[in-house]
């Protein structure tokens, strides 16, 4: 089976026709260095169940392609899972679990549950941080919306700081966000350690904030004017209109996982044909988690 790429739906429904397509593709990518039994560390074994599960030849302990993925114990049809990836890297925005149980027929909790997995693993390694030209800034979100554009403190809004990396032709590369409590030094540099390379080419507004980072990075401030921030801030605009079209509320612990879903989607709009596949390769390749670990997960 080939590396699925392609965009189209009607390309997905024809590759996965069964639970069992989907269940081999998992075994492909999960056995593609070959296997080691997780109880025994043997590495020889039968492949057992149509090419899906694998049977130790030592111990005789077998192993599903799901086991031990975030696909592990998934009871509502592996396909139907494979679904709601789709769907998820596709998308434009994102979707809704309310949407996502009506088209599959399975329950709003189950279809919430699955994707806050998928969310799991669309939340960025930090291991490649931006070159180059960057933008930093802050924007609220939720409580009541006002025209005042910059720093709030109104407390019922949540705050987050952006990173917008821009190209020479002022396109907007790759973006980061983080939610942060305040406006101090201490919580804006959560974004540039995370995510800036120290020899980052940085703009920031005038905010004091941003002052004490100059000893460990390359930042010029300049007055906030609408012209030099365009790019960040249409991606801001982009991002608050599509949570508020999908998610009528929203728990401050799961702000962060929304947040990285939209970072995932973004950094990989040049690369749609493969996001399906890069995402499920990220979803065998994460550890399976409770419904405990996916409420306390940030
Ligand atoms: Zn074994």
Redesign the pocket.
Known sequence: MENFKSESIIDFFDTYKTDKDCLFYLAKIKWQDGFK??????TKCTIRKFNYARD?N????IESSTANTLFHKVKFGIRKAFTIVFEMSCATKSVSSSQMARRLDISRQTAWLFMHKVRLAMKSSDLYPITGHVLVGEFVYGGKEDLKQGRSNNSKKKKVVAAVKIDKKRGVKRAYFKRIDNYSSKELSKIFVSHISNDAKITTDKWKGYQPLKKDYNITQIKSNVSDFFEMNTIIHQLKAGLRSVYSWMHEEHIKKYLNEYSYRLNRSKHKQTIFDNLINRMVKSKSTSYKEIIISS
């Open positions: 039994c997780k109880k025994c560390n043997n130790c030592l111990c005789h302990h």
